[in-house]
């Protein structure tokens, strides 16, 4: 039974506390319209999402997406699917705990029938509270003064923040002002104030305590209180649109300082912003409350006033301005859909079809702003369009339903669609639709451009008698897209399968726009921009340029670029002579139009190149002009400018300008402005400015214009201007702007309605850099100005027609920020193997003072950048020398420079490649060797010296004869005996004549000539030969033939010794002049015989065997040959003296052969023509690497 009670008891427990438990959850629709963005799941609060998107049919498929991903179909454990579609989110999960991953974007698509639709997307977020960001810190403030603590903390939904003093609740009092941003306010502190404060942050999440501050309360002295001070000035700040905004200003001071607050655009406050004591509230933060707010502390019943100023920033989430509209078009039609948004930032737009978004093609285009363009409608176009707007603080959604009309009987697409293009024309054909093609009534012709996604359609319409068209005025070197549909009275047809074809090339339809220079006396420089597609009609393939002197118009030289350059300079040219030119671009079809003439003159010798001032500008009043200019782009060379004005006619006539006289100023070098005065009102005029120097006059810019007319006003009496502002105070507000504030004039009889404010660089003379300023208060926020930069401004006050002068100048500097160019000229070079040397140069907008420079490098450009080497040098150094680097190794370099704000951009990669590393040789062993290597070629050439003074020592001083040749016989033609060994040694024999013998008619001893041959014959035959040799010693010499009778005799001994010729070891052996055969020698040696040359060669040949017999021997010369002059023989070269070669007959002759024993031989005797390589007084021996055989 107890156990039973138990149970009942449970039960009924649970069903009394169940329901009251599950408590009701939180509705939130999500549709195309508008609606929150965010939702926090608080805890013990279900979220209940429905998918409510308005579709016209009830809905077969809902599916729930977080951040763009399905959720699982069975559910989860913070997540509930209900049979209507809807997803219940719970707070805690099932262990009671926060569920896990339920944060996120949640959206749902809902499909039916006719298409399916997206939401718009709700972020879920979770309660939560952060810790501080920042807490109270203690106060020691002065008697009367304000104290100010402050925290700040985040949290889902926005905690509220509380204060208290010493653990209770701060007193309700207007001296205790608690701010909606977490700031706690005293004001006229009292001693009584002092304690313990600290802030409790709460919401649904949790609740949180700050750390404890002292506020210290000083009594005595008021010193501190004597000047206007804002203690807690206004801060930027960005809120979002219906969120409450806070702006802040507190100030102290004795006596009490009046605060007060306006807007810097001259605007009234908003009504519906309160002003809690000094402080601005903005409850519901709409986009008219944004701009800037000038608060401003005044000392009372003085002029002692101090601003502050701030900027606040609304931003809104996107919002649907103009939704596309549903229509129901025919098929064959285009459908139109404009959708227009708003937000803060500006929303990006997108397009979904069915939920699914929207690519652009043939057919389907989308145009900015927000325009969806759908050509020629087809069945499966059919469904609901979306317009999707978002900015990153929410979404919104429009929806359009597109329905095609579809009727029965209307005819197919027309088919086989072909295009003939040409450069601007294009031809189509094509053939009649297969299906009631005998109704139909017309034809449209379609025609894109085929490249780009803004492009427009054309359309041509035609009766139904012609199934062509020529299609017209089209861009050559174009890609069209072509089709075409075919009506009924029932409607249009499907179009034909398209047809993409690319207009042909034309030449082009306007030359380059050419600009001139001289950049030398004999150069010109030629300068032009690339022609757009539209006027090139093709590719540029060539330039042609076309020059000549103007007293040679007839001349014309022409040159021929590449169609990728944009200048040339024609070099050579004539000093100070002037030159006509023009410019033609050419593809590859032709050339098109030239340029009109250009006439430039080419600068005198050794002159100098001036160019005109830039930026010529000229502001036109009643009888003023003022004109401004910036220097020469070469200004170093200018030492001044010249400015004339003149009169100039309107409208100016073939005959030329009217004659008006010119007036001629001339400025200094410094000079950026001139002011024109004393000038006729609505007169026409021309301005020319030009800089010069002590040579020449530099080009000048011109202006030509008009003053104003004169204002037809009531003469009024003068008015004297007011006086300019007084009290005039500068800040610097950021970097990039400066806020000033200025006093009406104390004593004026004149009303002010607006203040000029004038503002320029200090130091600057150029006065294109002066800007100006209107402002109807007494303070502006100057804008856009250059970060650390000194400006000087000053202020006039404005009456109605009357202008007062510029007050005094005050000067202040805008705050120093991160450079915004990177450093410049980076410049890498390898040292060696290891080290490279960077330089470069400080950016040219720095911003501020480097303090560093950062220098990245890796031998890896695809790395992250946190992976490259990191190097750091002070901002005063511009050079680093980066060591420890890897041999033959490309290296990539980057560059920032880095001010007291921040870092700025890095300047382009730059590589180096490190060289390979070089072993170098001691200078003092080369040059060891070297000098080794030089000693041993001395030697050589001593030896090689003595070598051939020793050989000319041994030289034979005898005669010779034409029977010495014969070294294996002695006097008498004996043979040597055969008994003597062999030796394996190879010799050549070279007998050289004696250069002692003079010339004389008279013949030398016989019994020295002969005891000479005899020694050289003994001397010969101690040498051991072991092979066959063959020695041939050609004597060449000139002889004085004095008739014809020896020559006869000679040949009748040749024949003589051809008859009784016999065998000779000669015919198998090698010989210079048998090569081939002893038939081949013996027709050699008869042509030689018969060849006529006043040079005569007897020819001594003997061979010897290895057994000392001779085989052929015996031959004869002609004996009655006489004595030559003029003969000299050294190692076959000219002989410095004549000498004299006596060939002795009776060592030839018969009678001293015939002691020898008889044998066949043969004698040839002839006369050999003279040959490049023979000359007169040679003696050649040749060996061909034969023996000699000694007896």
Known sequence: MAVESTIWLFCLLSLCCGPSKQAKPVSVELSCGAGPSHVVLESGLPLLLDCN??????????????????????????????????????????????????????????????????????????????????????????????????CQIEGVPTPVITWEKDTVVVPEETRFISLLNGVLQIL???????????????????????????????TGSTEALNGVAIVSPPQNATVVLGRPAVMECMAQGQPKPLVSWSRQDGKPISTDVVVLATNLV????????????????????????????????????????QPPETVSLSRGNTARFVCNSSGEPPPVLHWLKDGQPIKSFRRVKTQSPGVLLINQLALEDEGYYQCIADNGLGTACATAKLTVIVREGLPSPPHHLSATPSSTTALLIWEKPEYNSDQIIGYSVHCQRAAGSDNEE?????????????????????????????????????????????????VPSAPPQLSIVSTSSTDIRLMWHPLSSQHSRGAVTCYRIEYSTLDQVDTVFSVEVRGN???????????????????????????GVPSEWAQHQTLANHSMVIFAPTDLKVRARVDILNVTWHPSPNHTLVSGYKLSCREAEADESDM???????HTIRLRKKARYHLLTGLVPDQQYEVRVWAFNKQLDGAAAVWKGRTDKTLDRASSPMRPPPLPPSSIQAMANSSTSILLRWEKPRFSNVRIITYTVRCSPAGTTNASLVSYYTSSAQEILLGALRPFTRYKLAVQSNGVDVVGPFSGTVEESTLSDRPSTPPEELQLSALDSSSVVASWRPPLEPNGIIMSYRILFSGNLSQPEYLWENLSQDGSITSVEVQGLSSDTRYFFKLGASTEVGPGPFSPVKDVHTPLQKYELDIHAVTGIIVGVCLGLICILLCMCLSFRNGKSREVSGGLDSAAVTPQYRRGGCPVSSTVPECSDSHELETLMPSGIQESGQLPEEAPEEQSLMDIG????????SNQVEAEVIVHSELSDPGGEKEEEGSEREKDSTTTRGPSLSEDRYSPLSLQSPLREENIFEKLSQAQSPMSLPLIKSVANHNGELQGTGDQLS?????????????????????????????????????????????????????????????????????????
């Open 53 to 150: 998107l308005g579709a016209s049919e009830a809905p077969f498929n809902i599916t729930w997406l977080q951040d763009g991903r399905p959720l699982p179909l069975e559910g989860g454990d913070f997540l509930q699917y209900l049979a209507n579609g809807s997803l219940l989110l719970l707070p805690t999960s099932r262990d009671g705990r926060p569920p896990l991953g339920v944060e996120g974007g949640y959206s749902c698509v809902s499909a039916s029938a006719l298409g399916a639709l997206t939401s718009r997307t709700v972020n879920v977020l979770l309660a939560s509270l952060s810790k501080f960001h920042q807490e109270p810190s203690p106060q020691t403030v002065p008697a009367g003064g304000v104290a100010r603590f402050e």
């Open 188 to 218: 006229e502190v009292t001693k009584q104030d002092e304690g313990a404060y600290r802030c409790v942050a709460s919401n649904s999440a949790r609740r949180d305590v700050s750390h404890e501050a002292r506020l210290t309360v000083k």
């Open 282 to 321: 903005i409850r519901d933060t709409r986009r008219h409350h944004a701009g800037v707010y000038v608060c401003r502390a005044n000392k009372p019943k003085t002029r002692e006033f101090i601003n502050a100023a701030a900027e606040l920033h609304v931003s809104a989430p996107p919002v649907i301005l």
């Open 458 to 506: 054309y359309q041509f319409a035609m009766n139904n008698d012609t199934t062509e068209y020529h299609v017209k005025e089209l861009l050559p070197h174009t890609a069209y897209t072509f089709f075409v549909v075919a009506y009924s009275p029932m409607g249009a047809s499907r179009p034909s399968l398209p047809v993409t074809v690319e207009m042909l090339e034309d």
């Open 565 to 591: 350059e944009t200048q040339f300079t024609l070099r050579e040219l004539q000093p100070n002579q002037e030159y006509r030119l023009r410019i033609a671009a050419g593809t590859g079809i032709g050339f």
């Open 656 to 662: 030329g300008e009217k004659t008006t006289q010119t």
């Open 1018 to 1025: 003994d001397h010969l035959c101690t040498s051991v030969c």
């Open 1119 to 1191: 004996a009655d040959t006489e004595p030559h002059k003029d003969m000299g023989l050294t190692n076959g070269f000219h002989s410095p003296q004549s000498v004299r070669s006596v060939l002795k007959s009776e060592h030839l002759e018969n009678g001293d052969s015939g002691r020898c024993p008889s044998a066949p031989g043969k004698a040839i005797s002839g006369r050999m023509s003279s040959a490049p390589f023979v000359s007169s007084g040679l003696v050649h021996s040749t060996s061909a690497a034969h023996s000699y055989l000694c007896p």
